[in-house]
């Protein structure tokens, strides 16, 4: 098969590195305002997912908001240069320093995930003379049917408020003189194919609104977080993930009241696809049932396989000669060092590049420097 990548070009670079296909993630950028302008929904780019500053400056020239789960996060967004008022922060461990910063930006959000916490912020807020616009956190308790690593919205979870505290937050909020209602805020999970766990949200979140009006709270923004997945197996087929039927699942299931917002944080679903790591065979050696093909990047590139048992789809871009079957792995000095087991690849020699698909989110801003490795550099297809 013939793949898209400029071979000629990558070959040279020091490996590994991340490659960012920039005009698919333009192309992807597109589907998702066409879709979500639509039907007048806000996105929220979750930055976790990848804080890239090209890549950033491509989501910005969208007019994406952004969604934050530290104070380092925001302040990257804020150096991107993306305006306060699109920036969001949600997180069940804010720091003192990260709400101060939060707060002296004029942040447009704090989703807030406990009561402490919205003592904490509301303190803060007064020794400012500000006001915080906060939103609540609830745990829905709706499974997403992703990996059990990556399922937030169940009530054993740690995140967000669970049903049974809502009167007592709601106590503690109606006196709080210096933080403002904005609304409800819910993430289930990530890597979430089967829609049917967001009809269920949608139907915890018409549920939860309307007990919020009967205590007299009018949940302007209702923001139901992120977690569209993608295609692990086929990044070729499905290049692009299925917005207009993720958006059309909250038309139709969420019952919307005068003045509300919708807000969405997608994170994966934006940047996945358009990143793949890039690493060199150093070694081929032979096992006891495969051959091993030793690459030049491993779990501090892409920690994904050792942490969740990700799949990501291999390819030697090098050859194309007959398939056959090697545990691809890296050099670190862990087992669980591993990119996939019995792969067929075209047949496999020291110096071919192997790319790992879909690496996009959660790839490049994961990597560590265990082993006292270095951080692995990135590479822009359209500055090639
Ligand atoms: C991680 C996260 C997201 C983004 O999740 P994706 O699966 O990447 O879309 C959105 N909101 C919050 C609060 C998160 O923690």
Redesign the pocket.
Known sequence: MQNSFPLQKLQNIKTPFYYYDMELLERTLKQLREHSQQHGFVVHY?I??NANLRVLEMIRSFGLGV?C?SGFEVQRALDAGFAPSGIVF?GVGKADWEIELGLDNDIACF?VESIPELEIINELAAKKGKHAHVAL?INPNVNAKTHHYIT?GLKENKFGINQWDLDKVVGVLKKLQHVSFEGIHF?I???ITDLSSFKDLCVRVNEIQEWFIQQQLYPRVINV????GIDYEDPDQHPIPDFENYFKVFKEGLTLRDDQEVHF?????ITGQAGSLVTRVLYIKEGVKTKFAIVDGGMTELIRPALYQAYHKIENISSAAPEEKYDVVGPICESSDSFGKAVSLPKTSRGDLIVLRSAG?YGEVMASQYNLRSLPGSVYSDKL
């Open positions: 979750a976790k997912s969604d789960v949600a989703n956190r937030t993430h999970g990530s890597q977080g992120g977690g569209l944080e997608l994170g994966r679903s989110a």
